[in-house]
């Protein structure tokens, strides 16, 4: 078990709403990163927090936003939702420290927006 | 741009066979590369991580190689059985200056072991 958890397990939005998923990230680590995995693709990198700051963004408009909290738990919110944005979401933590950045995943959030 | 490509995108092999999945990645400046599976609707569970200074990895009957050089990564299933049946992602991490971006990943490939 990776010790990363997400919530809710599923979700279900109308076009033009606002969603926020949650993650906990494994204990002791540092870094958390968001991904967005559609239907039959690979996950796409969305952003990355360090220290409660993002540190790195993929190819995603600002209306995906994000935060980690001094807990290390983090939140990813979604702004104006459309279609294209159903999609199973994953968050992944590491530690920022040595030279691994092996990171692990959580089970993921679906998001079915109609 | 950093992009991953896996072939085969789908593999079908009855149950006991050794099969090989391939990984390629256009910029061999990369910091690791990561093997993960995924099961249907769940999240990813890493296999394998290779950094980029080594040749190989090994867990169980699980064998990962990485040739930087040509950008090539390949994962070696042993005797493969019904419960390896899964999607096989390869992802790869590159460092900026400001720290490690994001994995970047191929599309998987989506391997059924027929009992």
């Known amino acids: 078990e990776t010790g990363v958890t997400q919530s809710p397990t599923h979700l279900i939005k109308t076009r033009g709403q606002q969603v926020t998923l949650r993650c906990s990230s494994q204990s002791g680590h540092n870094t958390v990163s968001w991904y967005q995995q559609a239907l039959g693709q690979g996950p796409q990198f969305i952003f990355q927090?360090?220290?409660?700051?993002?540190?790195g963004r993929g190819n995603f408009p600002p209306r995906f936003s994000g935060l980690q909290f001094p807990n290390y738990s983090s939140e990813l919110n979604v702004n104006a939702l459309e279609l294209d944005d159903s999609a199973l979401y994953l968050c992944?933590?590491?530690?920022?420290?040595?030279?691994?950045?092996?990171?692990?995943f959580g089970p993921g959030t679906r998001l079915t927006v109609t | 741009k950093q992009e991953v490509t896996q072939i085969p995108a789908a593999l079908s092999v009855p149950e006991g066979e050794n099969l090989v999945l391939n990984c390629s990645f256009t910029d061999s400046a990369i910091y690791n590369l990561q093997w993960f599976r995924q099961d249907p609707g769940k999240g990813l569970t890493s296999l394998l991580l290779?950094?980029?200074?080594?040749r190989e990895q090994t867990s169980g009957r699980l064998n990962a190689s990485l040739d930087k050089s040509s950008g090539r990564s390949t994962l070696y299933i042993a005797a493969s059985q019904p419960g390896d049946s899964a999607t096989y992602l390869c992802a790869v991490v590159v460092y900026s200056g400001g720290g490690a971006d994001g994995l970047t990943f191929g599309k998987g490939t989506h391997l059924i072991i027929q009992p």
């Open positions: 290779i950094q980029s200074s080594q």
């Open positions: 992944a933590s590491r530690l920022t420290s040595g030279s691994s950045y092996e990171q692990y």
């Open positions: 927090y360090y220290r409660e700051e993002e540190n």
